[in-house]
């Protein structure tokens, strides 16, 4: 099990005495837990912002109280992760079985861990069905989500979906546009609106990968920007080790 930092523990805590969403008639009633980030919290290479967790994540119910996981027991999401080289294929046997428990849970988290991903979701409080956040919803989560980036220091974001994207950014884009300027060479990206600690922490959108998503396209962007966030880990290894001569 990855061992969690006191800051990070502390943001758990606050994510989990949460009241917002109990105030909120869009959200379960306390019968599902908050999400909240797994994966490897300090400076990972990427850290994959979705947007919000439902009640499908079966590591979410009161009942279980394992590790919680982004997508826990839905495999099309780390079916693309694995695809595009991120996580290795023997993750894929996790999924063989349709039932639930710690160990998988586990097993995910370490696997993040071990390849410098780290995986979370724009609003933390958790709903019945697939709905889109309200404004409030997502500014409250906002506060969430500023000290996570902070503490895990993440070298490159990659955001599903626009409105992870412009809740980060509070840039307006075309994803159609981007995705084509991508597959022709021009990697750019974007910048948190706000500044976090000491670093400009690079946003880069992505589409949503599953569902209502477009999985061609995301499939598409996450290989173009896999060997962009990989080599920048690597150079600063390099950096790092030059250091010692
Ligand atoms: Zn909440």
């Known amino acids: 099990m990855v061992n969690k930092s006191p800051d990070m523990e502390s943001l758990n805590r606050d994510i989990d005495s949460c009241t917002f969403c109990r105030s909120n008639a869009l959200f379960d009633n306390g019968e599902l837990r908050h999400i909240l980030g797994a994966g490897q919290e300090n ?3 990427v850290m994959f912002v979705l947007m919000n967790p439902t009640a499908r994540n079966p590591t979410l119910s009161h009942k279980y109280s394992g590790e919680r996981v982004s997508y826990a027991g839905v495999s099309s999401l780390w079916r693309i992760l694995i695809k595009v080289g991120f996580l290795p294929q023997s993750l894929l046997s996790i999924f063989k079985s ?5 160990k998988r849970s586990r097993a995910l988290v370490e696997h993040l861990d071990r390849a410098s991903l780290y995986l979370t979701e724009l609003v933390k409080c958790p709903s019945r069905q697939a709905e889109t956040p309200d404004t409030q919803t997502i500014q409250h989560n906002l506060a969430f989500m500023r000290r ?3 503490i895990v220091n993440p070298r490159s ?20 546009d981007y995705h084509e300027k991508l597959l022709h060479g ?8 706000e500044r976090i600690g000491d670093y ?9 990968p599953t569902g209502r998503g ?11 920007l896999r ?16 250091t010692f001569f």
């Open 157 to 176: 974001i990659i955001a599903f979906g626009l409105l992870p994207f412009y809740s980060l950014t509070r840039q307006r884009i075309v994803l159609g």
């Open 186 to 193: 021009d990697d750019s990206h974007f910048h948190l609106h």
């Open 98 to 102: 349709p039932a639930w428990d710690d």
């Open 227 to 242: 060997s962009l966030v990989i080599a920048d880990v690597t150079d600063a290894k390099a950096e790092v080790q030059l």
């Open 214 to 224: 477009n999985y061609l396209r995301a499939f598409e962007i996450l290989k173009a």
């Open 148 to 150: 996570e980036i902070e």
């Open 43 to 45: 400076a990972p290479s």
């Open 200 to 208: 400009h922490h690079k946003v880069y959108p992505c589409y949503f």
